[in-house]
């Protein structure tokens, strides 16, 4: 084994050097060693990855003190001691040195054989459905016009049996690198608007688009207890990605048309309940049916007060987070007749009369008007 070069030493500078010389030091062999630079330069890629692995010691003060100490020996006694097996893994330690010399995508660049991939957008759809659709659940289809990968390219723009080629003057990376004294920054390659690529013989089904737009008829499955406003996430049905780029998704927004006899309040179902006087005072057990056709037996209690809620527990609508339901809830009310048979009115009459004593209290100015 040959013996392993001193990490100041391979990055020019004495032991006593300050963090920022390191970094400086480092920044310099890094951009000029830099394998997007020197494409297919093994000697570049093998001084950048010296370069990397002695920054990597003395760039980090616990490291740093580690190596004056104990020299190579020590670093490998370290258990945090890990060698780069590929420029990637360098990339992804660096980014903050990276992201501003060779641009936010210098953690993640590869060699690419094609155009830069983008992401689809997400995109919005709304749909309606009933109250009772919302109790239950239900599935909606619904037809979107988005974009989806082009089949007779398979997702590269190129004509069929033709490839991209990577443009001439920033091979392949779709930026170039500018230097202004210690400050280099990136752009975006003028030649190939950062693409990287040329396509010069484009398929003809998306015209080197990489993706088509059309129709598509989805099934979305909306679950019982959803609620108005609700956003669905259908993953990966929004536009489909450039070049083979992620999809975004689809978005579907949940309208609720209002029930002429229920609401929702809640995760409750509530519905008024229309009784008589007499039903009120008397007390009643009726039959009802709820929104989604299922019956329930509902006692009504003496002396019921307009604005009482009869509960059916767990009847309302299903949570969708956590478990179990909301109630079904009748809120009693009272009928008015506006019109009554004289026989009618003759009752009422006598009814009031007779328990004239017992209202006493609330009569007295009101007496003159009755009758
Ligand atoms: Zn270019
Ligand atoms: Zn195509």
Do not use: W
Request: hydrophobic share 30%; proline share 4%.
């Amino acid at each position: 084994m040959s013996k392993k070069k001193d990490y100041y030493s391979i990055l020019g500078l004495e032991k006593t050097a300050s963090d920022a010389d390191i970094k400086k030091a480092y920044r310099k062999l890094a951009m000029q060693h830099h394998p997007d630079r020197n494409p297919n330069d093994k000697k570049a890629e093998g001084l950048f990855k010296e370069a990397t692995e002695a920054y990597e010691i003395l760039g980090d003060k616990d490291k740093r003190a580690r190596y004056d100490k104990y020299g190579h020996e020590g670093m490998h006694a370290g258990s945090d001691y890990h060698s780069y097996a590929n420029s990637n893994d360098i990339f992804s330690q660096f980014s903050d040195i990276f992201g501003n010399i060779f641009g936010q995508q210098a953690g993640r660049q590869q060699r690419r054989s094609g155009p830069t991939p983008t992401q689809g957008h997400d995109l919005a759809y709304e749909v309606t459905i009933s109250l009772k659709e919302a109790l239950v659940g239900c599935k909606k289809e619904i037809k979107v016009y988005h974009y989806i990968p082009c089949d007779t390219c398979k997702n590269t723009g190129c004509k069929p049996g033709k490839t991209a080629t990577a443009c001439g003057t920033c091979h392949g990376s779709g930026s170039t690198t500018m230097q202004q004294g210690f400050f280099a920054f990136s752009q975006p390659c003028h030649a190939c608007s950062g693409n990287g690529f040329t396509i010069s013989d484009p398929c003809a089904t998306c015209r080197g688009q990489s993706r088509v737009q059309k129709y598509e008829t989805l099934t979305v499955t909306i679950p019982a207890g959803i609620y108005r406003g609700a956003d669905l996430r259908i993953t990966n049905k929004g536009d489909a990605g450039t070049f083979a780029g992620p999809a975004g998704n689809l978005y579907v927004k949940v309208s609720i048309t209002p029930d002429a006899n229920f609401q929702r309040r809640d995760n409750d179902l509530v519905c008024n309940l229309t009784l008589t006087y007499a039903q009120l005072v008397l007390g009643a057990q009726l039959e009802v049916e709820s929104l989604d056709g299922s019956t329930h037996t509902v006692k009504v209690p003496k002396g019921c007060p307009v604005g009482h809620e009869i509960v059916i527990v767990g009847k309302g609508f299903p949570r969708l987070q956590g478990t179990g339901a909301g109630n079904l809830v009748y809120i009693a009310q009272c009928a008015i007749p506006k019109k009554l048979s004289s026989e009618a009115k003759e009752a009422l009459l006598a009814y009031d009369k007779a328990v004239e004593h017992e209202n006493s209290g609330i009569r007295g100015f009101f007496k003159k008007f009755l009758g």
